[in-house]
């Protein structure tokens, strides 16, 4: 099968090769056909992505999430972020980015700049190290707030709530600009507020970065589960023996949870969060963390956070010991 792939054209190929244009430079806006796409397909549950590399004659490179492939399922064609967001804003300043991101809701909220109260604030270098007992006191925290004395049930709880911030605004700014956050440790500072999800700072303005390749959830991976997520986990495995299972189910979890949140407040986002959150489900530790639908959007996990254990805590929507068969 020869021709021009648009955003949105549905093909019934197992393998396509097209003739498309080459992706556009820095600033441009692509609107026209051949722009550089992926090729996503719902096969038995699982999305299965092919992207379109340049080689002359442009190919679909396959990369299966799943050796089960229905060779009959339709594909349909996605726009790959950054380079192909049609309308995705290039260059906004940063603080009017996550003002923007800010009015998403609780767990999308990052200050940046100077604020007055700065000094009850500590960088999550220090969390991650465990400087100070700060890992240890934290954790401690929660579990008094959860009404329990399990440091794993506080753990795991302290663990998803960091995970669903970090991936909350992350996934917001890349959706919004089609560009990564400049979120290393160092740079993010936090406090345990009197309620509600854990404050993040910003003492300095972050750089909105167009990744490397065009590879946007590798940009949003590296950022959070490498320089976040790993070293809050190995702390966590460390300092109370939490299960690695229950980490990355944590993690993928809280990354859905964002995406429900951005997809219902943000549907207009330049850069569908979709497919980046399917890019993100693909790679390790997340892959294999849970049975993920796109449309309509479910997910059940194959770990479990630990919050039935609290008093009056229930399951989650997508836990693994729900009845097989429930929504969510």
């Known amino acids: 099968m020869a021709g021009i792939v648009r955003s949105g ?7 396509v090769r097209c003739r498309v244009r080459p992706a556009p430079g820095p600033g441009s806006s692509p609107r026209g056909p051949g722009d550089a796409a992926l090729l996503a397909c719902r096969c038995r549950g699982v999305v299965l992505l092919w992207p379109v590399t340049q080689g002359g004659t442009w190919r679909v490179a396959r990369r ?12 349909t064609v996605a726009p790959v972020c950054p380079r192909v967001c049609d309308g995705a804003p290039d260059g906004d300043p940063a603080p009017d980015v996550l003002a923007r991101v800010r009015a998403i809701g609780p767990y999308f909220a990052v200050t940046c700049g100077p604020r007055p109260d700065a000094a009850r604030f500590r960088p999550l270098t220090d969390l991650y190290a465990d400087r100070d007992g ?6 401690a925290e929660v579990g008094r707030r959860l009404g329990t004395g399990q440091r794993r049930v506080a753990a795991s709880t302290l663990h998803i709530g960091t995970a669903a911030r970090l991936w909350s605004v992350t996934l917001a700014v890349a959706a919004l600009t089609g560009r990564a956050p400049g979120l290393a440790p160092d740079r993010v500072w936090w406090s345990t507020p009197e309620s509600g999800p854990v404050d ?3 003492p300095e303005v972050p750089a909105l970065s167009a990744p490397a390749g065009g590879d946007l959830p590798g940009a949003l991976h590296e950022t959070v589960v490498v320089r976040h997520l790993q070293p809050l986990g190995d702390a966590l495995r460390a300092h109370c023996g939490l299960s690695p299972h229950v980490l990355r189910g944590n993690a993928a979890a809280a990354l859905i949870g ?12 330049p850069c569908p969060p979709l497919p980046l959150v399917a890019g993100l489900l693909a790679r390790e ?15 059940r996990r194959r770990s479990c956070c630990l919050y039935y254990r609290v008093r009056g805590g229930g399951l989650c929507g997508e836990c693994v010991l729900k009845p097989s068969g429930t929504p969510r």
């Open 9 to 15: 054209d549905v093909v019934r190929a197992p393998t």
């Open 64 to 75: 299966l999430w799943n050796a089960a492939v229905d060779p009959t399922a339709e594909r």
């Open 134 to 139: 700060a890992l240890g006191a934290y954790v």
């Open 200 to 202: 993040l700072w910003l």
């Open 258 to 269: 964002a995406l429900r949140v951005l997809t219902t407040h943000a549907p207009d986002a």
């Open 285 to 299: 530790p997340l892959a294999g963390a849970g049975a993920f639908t796109p449309r309509p959007l479910t997910y």
